[in-house]
């Protein structure tokens, strides 16, 4: 037997081993687990440079910023927890797993979001909890403000969810739709910013059209002890109404375009 067959032996010995499947799945997992916390901490690094340089210093305080990056990594630690099957909805209708869920009596948009649960990502929520004892520490807590920044966070979660569901369910028209849902958690990365930060035409689009500095902004503002986005907060709640209004005529619409991947 030749070295390149023993060399290719010995490898398929390997892929079938009990010992090498355990430590795969160990280390997929423990990377899994690690890749949120590093990018978090880096984050805050990057935001903490480029604060101490100035350029976000006249924009808002630093327990807002801090503020901002908590909610923005809870939000979209969450929405992968409960909604990450909305990432997938194309494959499902390339492989027909979408005609199974046609024939189900219930709420089909329920059950499209909610396909897939991510526990992983709720326990990646976790590391959080050093940036929350550090922006509270900087901030005068009130059960007022509390109360208000939950609201706030489950509306800016909406937000997110609702975008991300928009784009999804156009895979019923355009099967190729992956990258319109890649697109829009690309810019849910600008929550993170200060909403004063931006001008212009890109502030009005990322206020009222396609609201992602609503995601965080809001919530951020109340904690830190700033006022009110009240017209923000409003178009919040009436953006979550609206999407999902939207969302569900655009399922009827495209559902009256699907075709099954059976034929």
């Not at 609206?242 to 559902?255: E, F, I, K, S």
Request: with cysteine.
């Amino acid at each position: 037997m030749s070295t390149f067959r023993r060399t290719l032996n010995t490898i398929e010995q390997l892929t079938r081993s009990r010992t090498t499947l355990s430590l795969y799945y160990r280390g997929d997992l423990a990377f899994r687990l690690a890749s949120p916390v590093v990018e978090l901490g880096i984050t805050y690094l990057f935001f903490d440079l480029i604060y101490r340089a100035g350029p976000l210093q006249r924009f808002a305080p630093w327990n807002q910023i801090l503020w901002l990056l908590l909610l923005a990594y809870l939000v979209d630690s969450l929405f992968g927890f409960l909604f990450t099957g909305l990432h997938s909805v194309s494959e499902r209708v390339r492989s027909g797993q979408m005609d199974v869920l046609l024939l189900w009596p219930v709420d089909q948009l329920a059950l499209l979001s909610l396909w897939k649960v991510n526990w992983l990502r709720l326990v990646n929520s976790l590391a959080a909890l050093p940036l929350l004892i550090h922006a509270w520490s900087l901030s005068e807590m009130t059960p007022g403000r509390l109360a208000a920044g939950g609201l706030l966070l489950i509306l800016g979660l909406g937000i997110r969810y609702h975008l991300s569901l928009l784009a999804s369910v156009l895979s019923l028209w355009i099967v190729r739709a992956d990258a319109v849902v890649f697109v829009i958690d690309e810019l849910n990365t600008i929550s993170r910013y200060p909403a004063a930060v931006f001008r212009g035409l890109g502030r009005i689009f990322l206020l009222y059209i396609c609201p992602v500095l609503l995601v965080a902004n809001p919530g951020a503002r109340v904690l830190s002890g700033d006022r009110l986005m009240l017209g923000a907060s409003l178009w919040a709640l009436a953006f979550n109404l609206l999407g999902q209004l939207l969302a569900r005529w655009l399922y009827r619409r495209c559902l009256s375009e699907y075709a099954s991947a059976g034929g």
